[in-house]
Structures are given as C-alpha cells and as structure tokens.
T-cell receptor, first 110, second 111 residues
Framework: NAGVTQTPKFQVLKTGQSMTLQCAQDMNHNSMYWYRQDPGMGLRLIYYSASEGTTDKGEVPNGYNVSRLNKREFSLRLESAAPSQTSVYFCASSVGEKLFFGSGTQLSVL | DAKTTQPTSMDCAEGRAANLPCNHS???????VYWYRQIHSQGPQYIIH???NNETNEMASLIITEDRKSSTLILPHATLRDTAVYYCIALYGGATNKLIFGTGTLLAIQP
C-alpha cells in the first residue's frame, strides 16, 4: 500500500519554464490537497479538491493551476515558474479527519 | 478558527514521557484539537485529535483541560525517532481544507 505518491522528488527549473507536479493516492480518498512549505515556515494550502471534478483555491493559489484527473490523481501545474515558487511541495489526501501526506517535491527555480 | 500557541522548542530524554503543551484559549465548542508532526524533510503525519474527552491511540495520548483552553500531547516513551516538529491545530470538525500548520514545537529527543 503506497499511500500518497509524488513525482518528481527533486526538480530544478529556470525562470519562465513550466512543469507539472504529479500526485496519486491509492487509498480511495475523495479529498486531495496541495501545500507548499517555505524554509522555517508552516505549510500553506495552494489548492484542494473535495471530490473528483471539483477544485477550490486555498491560501496561496496565484501562479498555480490544478487538475483532478480522476479520483486517484491530482496534479499541480506551474505555467511560468518564478523564483518565489522555490519551495517544498506536499500533496495530501484525506478520509474523515485525517490527512495523509506524500514525501514532497523539492523545487528550485533559478 | 481558534489560534493556538505552542513553545518554539522542547527537549526530552530518550525513554521518558514527552509532554507537549498547547494553548487555545479562544477555542469554540465545535472546534476539535488536532495534532500532527513533521519529521525532518518528510510530509506531516497525523497523530491524534479530540473534542473534549481525553484520547489515546497507539502513538500518543491527548489530554484536554475541562475548560478546553489548553491541551497536552503525551508521547509515553520517547525515542530518537520522535524528534520532529509537532503542530497543534484547532479546527471545526470536517473542515480539513482549513487545516493551517503554523510553526509548531520542535521536539528534540536527547540520547
């Protein structure tokens, strides 16, 4: 049982490049989330999806788009990466009151 | 959602009980107290949550004061692997999209 799987684990981009972070869960959870964590800070919610076919903005959605492809997969896209988007990105899914997190993607934008 | 206040850091000797305090003096009657932890460079991990009764599971115990203005997370026999940042969060039940992780308490288990 893999839980929440994120790819890639590390990525370096140049300013203006685009990329998609992938997330998949095998726990049949309805809700999925994308967070970012900057050094020395807590996690901030970027987007979440309460169920397949729905997405909503979180605290810091600017510069990001998401797609809930199906119940398992929730992707995060950076259309034109900026240095301010250098961060560690975590995907999560939830059942009831518990969130389950992936191991993160460390993204550097130069 | 109610604001929570935690110490920035704490130490605990390996094998002893680690008691992590959290103040949430403005918590409302419908807000639960959640605890998560984040081991270095990993994603946060759910530990426990409760409303007003004390709770225990395989990882920890949660003691909530009768007036609900504070709580304590207890790790009964701390190991080096319990070194992590611990987050205390007050949240309405089911509002998982409102889960806000502050800076938490860095718990360092000393050998």
């Amino acid at each position: 049982n893999a839980g929440v799987t994120q790819t890639p684990k590390f990525q370096v981009l140049k300013t203006g490049q685009s990329m998609t972070l992938q997330c998949a869960q095998d726990m049949n959870h309805n809700s999925m989330y994308w967070y970012r964590q900057d050094p020395g800070m807590g996690l901030r919610l970027i987007y979440y999806s309460a169920s397949e076919g729905t997405t909503d903005k979180g605290e810091v959605p600017n510069g990001y788009n998401v797609s809930r492809l199906n119940k398992r997969e929730f992707s995060l896209r950076l259309e034109s990466a900026a240095p301010s988007q250098t961060s560690v990105y975590f995907c999560a899914s939830s059942v009831g009151e518990k969130l389950f997190f992936g191991s993160g993607t460390q993204l550097s934008v130069l | 959602d109610a604001k929570t206040t935690q110490p920035t850091s704490m130490d605990c000797a390996e094998g002893r009980a680690a008691n992590l305090p959290c103040n949430h003096s403005t918590i409302s009657g419908n807000e639960y107290v959640y605890w998560y932890r984040q081991i270095h460079s990993q994603g946060p991990q759910y530990i426990i949550h409760g409303l007003k009764n004390n709770e225990t599971n395989e990882m920890a115990s949660l003691i909530i004061t009768e007036d609900r203005k504070s709580s304590t997370l207890i790790l009964p026999h701390a190991t080096l692997r319990d070194t992590a940042v611990y987050y205390c969060i007050a949240l309405y039940g089911g509002a998982t999209n409102k889960l806000i992780f502050g800076t938490g308490t860095l718990l360092a288990i000393q050998p």
